[in-house]
């Protein structure tokens, strides 16, 4: 039977966070370097439709994450203390690279000078981190003011029903004809923001409660009761969206099922709760997962940035990715060796860092602060 230690709890996550970030980095690589004919292809619609749930899937796991790692300090978090200040530091920083990622040019004065309003757009483009970063300090700022478990629950609860019922709504308006590109760019996607707050900051919500309910669970000693309800609890939520969607009246004035719907942020958990209580079933009767898988889960934020940097190329490298050099005609059998390539370097990159934070903490922190520093005096005094 499956312990409920910390460290094996975390280590379920950590799967769960792993098998998420490699079907994210086999998605992204297909979707960009195949032909089209074969993206067009009822296959690989058929594997895209699996695909789609990746980014709720980060989102639910960092959901579950941050409860694990609250609840223990919770006091911790209710004063401007050193913890909390790290704490904040940290979602700062996912905040940083998530918009560092969007950066139009590699100046701070040409931005200035020269930047229009397109350039803006896609410099505050919502993406994945962004989600991630503003739901942590939503969820902090209630943690700091609503110092109650309860209370903070409850209002957890709130917020994860209110997003999808109010997604319809907010994607009907633009935002930047009332406010500037950095808030209309977050609340939907009317200028390209992929991910916007509305839906999905509910998923990262979503996972807050799931996970707030299993340490419950622990606590009081019947997590693997709790846990196995899940495979259930999935297929019922799952269901119950779909037949929420054929019924023959809507609410909405206008109505999109895979941008908007309540009905299918349903479904996404539905199927998350299922994932969620499989994996740990899983965990349960294996007992040690492959440590790499694990891994990956760990350093899932490095592997999320750098995997998009090397695919897609950055401000950092717009001519050299992944993309430029294989082009974006090639064949299903072209394209498999380098999913399995680019999927041993991710987690050799992931092994590395590992290892430095745990064991040479130092020099990890060093290659962190030289890192920012460097980049940091590129873009304020590189003048194009």
Not at 97 to 108: E, I, K
Not at 270 to 276: N, R, S, T
Request: proline residues 5%; hydrophobic residues 50%; contains cysteine.
């Amino acid at each position: 039977m499956q312990t409920t230690s910390p460290k094996t709890r975390y280590l379920f996550i950590d799967l769960y966070r792993g098998l998420v970030v490699l079907f994210m980095l086999e998605g992204h690589l297909f979707r960009e370097l195949l032909h089209q004919d074969v993206i067009k292809s009822p296959l690989f619609q058929f594997h895209d439709l699996f695909h789609g749930i990746s980014a709720p899937a980060f989102l639910f796991g960092s959901g579950l994450t941050f409860v694990l790692s609250t609840r223990k300090r919770w006091e911790d978090y209710h004063h401007w203390d050193p913890p909390f200040a790290r704490r904040l530091g940290r979602i700062l920083t996912i905040l940083f690279l998530g918009y560092a990622l969007h950066l139009p040019f590699l100046s701070a004065k040409k931005l200035i000078t020269e930047g229009k309003l397109e350039h803006y757009l896609q410099l505050f483009q919502s993406d994945v981190l962004q989600c991630i970063g503003f739901g942590l300090l939503f969820l902090h700022a209630l943690l700091f003011f609503f110092k109650t478990e309860r209370r903070f629950y409850g209002l957890v609860l709130s917020a994860t029903v209110a997003v999808p019922l109010l997604t319809p709504l907010i994607w009907e308006i633009d935002f930047l004809n009332y406010y500037p590109a950095f808030i209309a760019q977050l609340l939907n996607n009317k200028h390209g923001s992929i991910f916007p707050l509305f839906p999905f900051i509910g998923f990262l919500f979503a996972g807050v409660i799931v996970s707030w309910e299993f340490m419950y669970a622990v606590e009081h000693k019947r997590e693997h009761k709790f846990m196995r309800r899940f495979l259930y609890l999935g297929v019922v939520f799952f269901v119950f969206g779909l037949l929420l969607d054929t019924l023959p009246f809507q609410i909405y004035p206008v109505y999109n099922f895979w941008y908007t719907s309540p009905n299918y942020f349903l479904i996404r958990i539905g199927a998350l709760l299922f994932l969620f209580g499989l994996i740990w079933n899983i965990t349960e009767k294996v007992k040690k997962p492959p440590t790499w898988i694990t891994i990956l889960g760990k350093e899932s934020l490095l592997v999320y940035v750098v995997h998009l940097v090397i695919l897609y190329g950055s401000v950092i490298n717009p001519f050299i990715s992944l993309k430029t050099i294989f082009g974006t005609n090639l064949q299903l059998i072209e394209t498999i060796p380098i999913f399995i390539a680019f999927a041993i370097l991710m987690i050799a990159l992931a092994y590395l860092w590992s290892y430095l934070k745990e064991k040479k903490y130092n020099l990890y922190r060093i290659i962190q602060i030289t890192l920012a520093a460097i980049f940091l005096t590129v873009f304020f005094t590189l003048e194009y």
